[in-house]
């Protein structure tokens, strides 16, 4: 066998072998959009239930408009962004999409005069920042791909601990949630979302849509008491959707990804075993006119 | 008779769902009980055992760690951000749970402190069935 037809045979197989793995990352992926899907689906009595019982809590409550996490102090001169991005790489543009969006949302506050502390999820956007030496108010890795409520948690409790602390002791006075939302397997699109302050009259929903007023409940211990109790919950449930919603997008980038890797690979495949081929036949017919050649040169003779 | 249709959903997932003839929940007033035909309520959960007597008169309960619960026209929704079925506990966990955060517990604020009441919560539960 000539040199040139091994090394051909050599890249087909190394291609081969690539390409096996793009594509069992492809079907693992697929998999795991669907699982992401669920369990946003799972939560989604959680979040009905918390809305409708926060809306009757809010029409109960004395003064809702006073209560610490629907106001912002008077200077509005510090804010946090999460980001939310993957822990591993091989996602097309997905962080780095979430990167740039908190990028431009950084400059914007900026430009109004607002000082952002970056909380940073999933390693891709860690070590984004780490390179350029912006420090992190909170970063969070090792979950992105599967989150649990128990991750969403701790985020929230931070995030809620900083909106809380008061401004002279480095407190922040709003909170934007930058996470890729799933649209469908096609389509996911990196959105902005304000956290805090909360705006519960435009999150209201009537609990059957046909604006028919709460139940009277009775509180226990009291409306302001359940308020102060289920707004924090509302806040942890919305990192974990965002969480969950993120996760699915990095699989179906991901998917998407290595959907193409395994294309091109067959691509190039294809395109090395005509050269393959090629240059066997060429081999042959060396060989051929050699063998002719001699036995022309042996009758001649 | 009349009855209560019951659903408990944790921020994760549902976790039990159907007909109840009762339910008995901690609140930070004291236990609350339900009976069909109760007048509407919301009142906040405390980390303790959720006990529900089905309409076959099959006693379950539930692990719940903080959240809420509605009552509204014979309908009941227990909302906990984590909730844990009976079966579902791990008894030699929770046990182990409960050693390492009574040890390492400081003071009533300490984040341990609520470790060791959650693992009480899930002894009392598991225990309570078998």
Request: proline share 4%; aromatic share 4%.
């Amino acid at each position: 066998m000539g040199a040139q037809l091994r090394v051909f045979r050599r890249r087909i197989r190394s291609v081969q072998a690539t390409k096996k793995i793009t594509k069992a990352m492809e079907l693992i992926a697929s998999s795991r959009i669907i699982k992401a899907q669920q369990r946003l689906d799972a939560s989604m009595p959680y979040l009905r239930n918390l809305t409708e019982a926060i809306s009757a809590a809010a029409s109960h409550a004395a003064d809702v408009s006073k209560h610490p996490l629907m106001t912002s102090g008077e200077v509005r001169d510090r804010a946090a962004v999460l980001v939310i991005t993957a822990d591993r790489g091989l996602a097309g543009a997905y962080s780095a999409n979430a990167i740039r969006e908190a990028a431009g949302l950084t400059k914007l506050l900026n430009e109004q005069g607002v000082q952002v502390s970056p909380y940073v999820v999933g390693r891709k956007g860690v070590s984004w920042y780490r390179f350029r030496g912006v420090p992190l108010a909170g970063e969070y890795t090792g979950f992105t791909d599967q989150p649990t409520y128990a991750d969403a948690r701790r985020i929230g409790q931070d995030l809620l601990e900083a909106f809380l602390t008061p401004e002279d002791q480095g407190g922040i006075d709003e909170i934007h949630l930058v996470y890729t939302n799933f649209v469908n397997m096609a389509t996911q699109e990196v959105r902005v979302r304000r956290l805090l302050p909360l705006e519960v009259v435009e999150e209201v929903v009537q609990p059957d849509g046909k604006g028919l007023p709460f139940p009277l409940y009775e509180f226990e211990p009291g409306a302001e008491q359940v308020l102060d109790s289920l707004l924090p919950r509302f806040i942890d449930h919305a990192v974990y959707t965002a969480l969950l919603m993120s996760a699915a997008s990095e699989h179906a980038a991901r998917r998407r990804a290595m959907k193409s890797a395994t294309d091109n690979a067959e691509e190039l495949i294809r395109t090395l075993t005509r050269q393959a081929n090629q240059a066997r036949q060429a081999e042959i017919t060396q060989e051929i006119s050699e063998i002719v050649g001699g036995a022309d040169a042996l009758a001649s003779a | 008779m009349a009855e209560l249709t019951v659903a408990v959903v944790s921020a994760e997932r549902s976790i039990w769902q159907g007909k109840a003839k009762s339910i008995v929940a901690k609140t930070p007033d004291g236990e609350i009980g339900v009976l069909p035909g109760h007048s509407p309520v919301l009142a906040l959960l405390l980390e303790a055992p959720l006990r529900i007597e089905t309409v076959d008169g099959v006693k379950v309960l539930v692990a719940v760690h903080g959240g809420f619960f509605s009552v509204d026209s014979d309908r009941v929704n227990v909302i906990a951000e984590t909730a844990e079925l009976a079966e579902e506990i791990d008894v030699e966990r929770a046990k182990a749970a409960l050693e390492r955060a009574r040890q390492a517990a400081g003071g009533p604020d300490d984040p341990e402190a609520a470790a060791a009441k959650r693992a009480e919560t899930r002894l009392a539960v598991a225990v309570g069935t078998r």
